[in-house]
């Protein structure tokens, strides 16, 4: 098999860096997000989010089909469906087997980078006995976010309006690139409008009375953003074309990250940073 290169990630910081944290402390206290360029390649970009479209289509008006006015389908993989089912959660049909493969693979990539360049990740938001993001990955010990994994598919007009995932980290990674005209290499097409939008913790109290976001990120198709449950965002509305994304909300079954609620816990709880 072909070796992928060493992926490039870069930070986008939402307010000014606080020196004595951790990546994982910062990630936390909602400075910093994490971009990864190319995590995913064109033809998977192009397959994952065409078998989405079609999933979403087939959809119509099925129970469980969208998220009131927001994506038009949402497409759990299989083992969200799965787990969904079990817990009595009303779920639309998942992902067809390709498509899941391949998000799970993605999943599995993002979780291989953060141990070899992120390791204070897992141990801040994950807990201290946390050996690695993979190991928690492969011994099934991570709680999703109800119905995901998933792929998100935007039409014109399609949001999703802010909020906060409530989970450890959440990975997002747009399938479609922010262009109508543009594709990937896979042939996926694209859109215009759309991103999305973050807000510090500082202005994110009046992000659903249309305070602007902090940042707001267009980025290439199968480009990762990786942030903290904490961290206000939304899925800003498209203009013209679908976008599609895949996200994934977790946190570890047996470390309640969430326990200070909306806020991240005070800093001076850290037994150390750097």
């Not at 910093?32 to 479209?53: D, F, H, I, K």
């Not at 999943?107 to 204070?120: E, G, H």
């Amino acid at each position: 098999a072909t070796r992928r290169p060493a992926l490039d990630c870069h930070e986008v910081w939402l307010q000014p860096a606080t020196a004595a944290y951790s990546t994982g402390q910062a990630i936390e206290q909602s400075e910093v997000l994490l971009v990864v360029p190319g995590l995913a390649t064109g033809t998977e970009c192009a397959t994952l989010s065409e078998a989405a479209r079609r999933c979403a289509e087939a959809l119509g008006s099925a129970p469980g089909a969208d998220l009131g006015a927001q994506p038009t389908g949402r497409i759990p993989s299989i083992a969200a469906a799965a787990r969904a089912t079990r817990a009595g959660v009303e779920c639309v049909a998942p992902l067809p087997a390709e498509a899941d493969s391949i998000a799970d693979s993605l999943l599995a990539r993002v979780f291989a980078l953060i141990d070899a360049q992120y390791p204070s990740i897992v141990s801040t938001l994950f807990g201290p006995d946390a050996e690695s993001m993979l190991s928690l990955y492969e011994a099934g010990a991570l709680n999703y976010h109800s119905r995901e994994p998933a792929v998100n598919v935007y039409d014109a007009g399609g949001e999703f309006l802010p909020h906060m995932d409530h989970e450890a980290l959440t990975v997002l990674i747009p399938l479609t690139s922010p262009d109508a005209a543009a594709a990937t290499e896979g042939g996926a097409p694209g859109f215009s409008g759309g991103g999305t939008g973050f807000w510090s913790l500082e202005e994110c109290a009046n992000a659903r009375e249309g305070q602007a976001p902090t940042a707001l990120l267009r980025p290439d198709a199968g480009t990762a953003l990786i942030f903290g449950g904490h961290l206000m965002h939304a899925g800003i509305p498209v203009a013209t074309g679908t976008r599609v994304c895949f996200v994934a909300s977790f946190s570890a079954l047996d470390y309640d990250f969430d326990f200070w609620g909306p806020r991240p816990r005070p800093a001076h709880l850290y037994k150390h940073a750097g």
